[in-house]
């Protein structure tokens, strides 16, 4: 592979770093605070990819004195991949049969106190259930949203990337209502106390006092 | 047919192919888009791929900036002069020293080669294997891979920092000048300008280290996808079987040490001390570094010297995990 072919790759992909990150389907493989670095890194390639292709243009002398070695140069053509799935093809977030369940039994701690208007993620509604000292959600009418996977509703919860990513879900018992599975349900209920132990996989389960479908959100993941 | 033409027609060759992908691309785009919406597994190993490549590329370009800025304002002889002229301070120095110098391994073979001779080659060892573990660009990766846990990013530093000392020191009292075979190409250019001298290093670690980065983010979406749940149950459960496996693995793998703490973090079926293995050995020691070094050093120093890398590795990493993690 020659330099300048070398160098467009190099210029695709910051321009496909940059496509993600103002598509916002960035949001599919990472967290929003990964952002403002996409941005910056699609900035720099961009930029040091002009500059070499615009110096090779310019003339031969600089790339024989600066030692051009073509050395493995061939392995260049894997960037294609990435710049393939980032632009050209829309690769979806992580499913849920994609994400792992390893929930283990956290140590015990005193959470802060509950939001006034009740709305939890359901990864934070499975750590209270589990590992609350405080057991603030007892008696407590909370607010959560996700998809239906079974009679549970669940959500992919991902650490750093879409690689890490975990399912975290609720059993929910009581006034669903009948959804088609994968359905996204914004969820009112109180948390059955006792009903996170190591025989439920620290699942713990929800008496729903009203469930109602909603859009799929543009960013499907909880953190 | 001269030899300039010869090189205008496979210049144009690979522009053109370049071209062909890039339409072929941008006709079954959609199409390729509805075969990973059927296909559940592979539509998972597709958003691995994107997640861990996504996640690394930032951290990546920072460390090419870096890596070029070095290569126009640090020279190798005043790396030279900056080391104490004790042998075993020297390899000390070089140790910590490393965390000064933010790149990839890859960057780091090349520097080191530089820097080996007769007295300095215990230093340019350590060096070459605790620049790449332990400078600031790694260890914040490895903080944002790992939140709320420090003492991952402690224990990484400790193990790595004692692999490249250990390793270093064993070379003074065994290592033999006669096993480097390859001599320096000489194409020392003192009139280039810094600038230039600047881009060209940034250009050419990006493209090695990205394209590496491709393969270990393929071989991480394949293992996600391919490799059934309870093979990582079995590792989780048996933590000699772990370690070996995780070691073994960061020399298949061969990831970039910018981006293997966000795989590493991505098998979280696994316990924390294997993947700081991996986190240790992958930086010292992998396929693409044996193959590095086979290059610029000759094939009887990487024969000897990336075995006797990866077990010292492994060894440090286990005993700092047991001390820093627990089990």
């Known amino acids: 592979m020659t330099r300048e072919t070398q160098n467009i790759l190099m210029l695709l992909i910051g321009l496909s770093t940059g496509l993600i990150a103002v598509r916002g389907s960035y949001l599919n493989f990472v967290k929003p605070s990964l952002l403002p670095w996409l941005l910056v890194a699609a900035v720099l390639l961009v930029g040091l990819a002009s500059i070499c292709l615009v110096r090779d243009l310019r003339g031969k002398a600089g790339r024989k004195d600066l030692g051009g070695h073509h050395h493995r140069g061939a392995l260049a ?7 393939a799935l980032t632009a050209f093809v829309s690769v979806p977030p992580m499913s849920a049969d994609g994400a792992t369940t390893a929930m283990q039994a956290p140590p015990k701690r005193a959470f802060p106190p509950l939001p006034a208007d009740g709305v939890l993620s359901i990864p934070e509604v499975q750590m209270r259930a589990a590992a609350d000292s405080t057991d603030s959600l007892d008696g407590r009418l909370i607010t959560v949203t996700g998809f239906t996977k079974g009679r549970d509703l669940a959500r992919v919860v991902i650490v750093c990337c879409a690689a890490d990513a975990q399912l975290s879900s609720i059993h929910l018992t009581g006034a669903i209502g009948s959804h088609p599975e994968d359905t996204w349900l914004k969820v009112q209920g109180t948390v059955i106390p006792g009903s996170s132990t190591p025989s439920t996989n620290f699942i713990p389960t929800m008496e729903v006092r009203s469930a109602t479908p909603i859009p799929k959100p543009r960013n499907t993941y909880a953190y | 047919m001269t030899g300039e033409q010869m090189a205008t027609k496979r210049r144009a060759g690979s522009m053109e192919l370049l071209l062909v992908a890039l339409i072929g691309l941008a006709l079954s785009g959609s199409l390729i888009t509805g075969v990973l919406a059927d296909h559940d597994r592979l539509a998972t190993a597709a958003t691995v791929f994107c997640g861990v490549f996504v996640q690394a590329l930032p951290f990546l370009v920072l460390g090419v900036i870096v890596s070029g800025l070095v290569a126009a304002f640090v020279t190798p002889e005043r790396l030279e002069r900056w080391l104490p002229s004790n042998p075993v301070l020297a390899v000390a120095a070089a140790g910590v020293g490393g965390a000064a110098l933010p790149g990839c391994e890859c960057g780091s073979v090349p520097v080191a080669r530089r820097l080996f001779s007769g007295a300095t080659a215990g230093a340019a060892l350590t060096f070459m294997l605790s620049a790449p573990a332990i ?14 846990q ?6 990484r530093c400790v193990a790595s920092l004692a692999t490249a000392v250990v390793m270093g020191l064993l070379w003074q009292r065994w290592g033999r000048t006669a096993w480097v075979t390859r001599t320096l190409p000489v194409h020392h250019d003192h009139d280039a300008p810094r ?23 393929g071989a991480a979406a394949v293992l996600r996808s391919a490799v059934p749940q309870w093979v990582f149950g079995h590792i989780a459960g048996n ?14 793998l061969a990831l970039c040490s910018e981006a293997d703490a966000f795989v590493a973090a991505s098998l979280t079926m696994i316990p924390l001390l294997p993947r700081l293995v991996f986190l240790v050995v992958g930086p010292a020691v992998d396929v693409k570094l044996f193959a590095m070094q086979t290059g610029i050093f000759g094939r009887a120093f990487a024969m000897r010297f990336a075995p006797v890398t990866l077990v010292v590795a492994t060894a440090c990493a286990t005993i700092v995990g047991l001390v820093v993690l627990g089990t």
Do not use: C, K
């Open chain 2, 195 to 217: 600038f230039a001298v600047f881009t060209e290093a940034a250009r050419h670690d990006f493209l090695q280290s990205a394209s590496y980065l491709v393969l270990g983010a």
């Open chain 1, 77 to 83: 053509w894997l960037l294609l991949i990435p710049v």
């Open chain 2, 239 to 252: 933590l000699v079987v772990g370690v070996i496996v995780m070691a073994l693995l960061a020399v298949v």
């Open chain 2, 150 to 155: 420090p003492q991952m990013v402690l224990a």
């Open chain 2, 135 to 148: 400078n600031p660009v790694v260890l914040v990766a490895t903080a944002v891979a790992f939140p709320g």
